[in-house]
């Protein structure tokens, strides 16, 4: 009883912080696409629960960031014609969940389970705390691109946005080549339960979290020229993303079971040693 009531309490402490934080923006548009994360998650857990199955929640992620995106630009577009700013953002963010929905969707279909989660469905409200967290992320990595898109104003495309779209693309190639290269790994018989160090993953050790980081920094200078005040708050999103990544969800998980897996390896060691955890190395 009292983990369930702990887990309703960081439900409600979740949902408040991102309401606050669309709150700021002073847009209804915002504050619905909030509203619309949300209810997505919500309905999204009742059949995750009821099946104790985990196989759509990243695609449902996805699906969100897709369906929110849409819904901000068709409202700009409604109210103020059409925006080429606008337009490369949506597509921009369109295209990363797609690619990443598919990808993630794919693999734990040929998995069967995410192990992440086994623990986390035997408990109703802390199953759900787990999809309103990924509400949460939702809200807090798009925050910065749905104001933007939103805005009465219109988009600059000045130098920092086109800086901020090549950083997008460059985050993004990274993303997809880093993937790549481990699913290929993966798929060779005689790496099972081997860690790579070819590749993109001979100059970082999370080249693909790396990846994602950059592009959502792409994504925040886009943004920037059509945030004002309070909003500029909003420019949170990619430091929130960098925070998951590398101390919450991504990394930071890995690593340790990376540490369990081939701890006592002496090759592993030196890899740890030898390349940085995030960011490339360029020189040996």
Not at 183 to 189: E, I, L
Not at 212 to 225: D, H, P, T, Y
Not at 227 to 252: A, E, M
Request: a positive charge; charged letters at 15%; hydrophobic letters at 50%.
């Amino acid at each position: 009883m009292k983990s369930h009531l702990k887990n309703i309490l960081s439900i409600l402490i979740v949902v408040s912080i991102c309401f606050a934080l669309a709150l700021t923006t002073k847009n209804q548009i915002v504050l619905n696409a909030f509203i619309l994360i949300f209810i997505i998650h919500f309905i999204s857990f009742l059949p995750a629960n009821l099946y104790k199955t985990e196989k759509y929640f990243d695609l449902t992620g996805s699906i969100t960031y897709i369906s929110v995106v849409i819904y901000v630009f068709y409202s700009k577009f409604y109210n103020h014609g059409f925006q080429w700013g606008e337009l490369i953002i949506s597509l921009a963010i369109i295209s990363w969940a797609v690619r990443l929905g598919s990808f993630l969707f794919l693999r734990i279909k040929k998995a069967g389970e995410d192990v992440r989660f086994r623990e986390f469905k035997k408990s109703w409200s802390r199953w759900m705390l787990t999809w309103i967290t990924s509400a949460w992320w939702v809200s807090f990595c798009s925050v910065c691109g749905i104001t933007a898109i939103a805005s009465n104003s219109i988009i600059k495309i000045n130098f920092l946005f086109i800086f901020g779209f090549l950083l997008f693309l460059f985050g993004f190639i990274i993303e997809i080549i880093a993937d790549y290269q481990k699913t290929k790994f993966r798929s060779v018989a005689s790496n099972k339960n081997k860690f790579i160090t070819t590749g993109l993953w001979s100059l970082s050790r999370h080249p693909n979290y790396l990846g994602e980081i950059v592009l959502w920094f792409g994504i925040a200078l886009m943004s920037f020229s059509n945030l004002n005040g309070l909003q500029y708050i909003t420019l949170i999103s990619p430091l929130f993303t960098y925070w998951l990544l590398v101390y919450v969800s991504g990394i930071k998980i890995l690593e340790t079971s990376g540490q369990k897996k081939w701890g006592h390896l002496k090759t592993y060691n030196n890899y740890i040693k030898n390349t940085p955890k995030l960011f490339f190395k360029i020189f040996n």
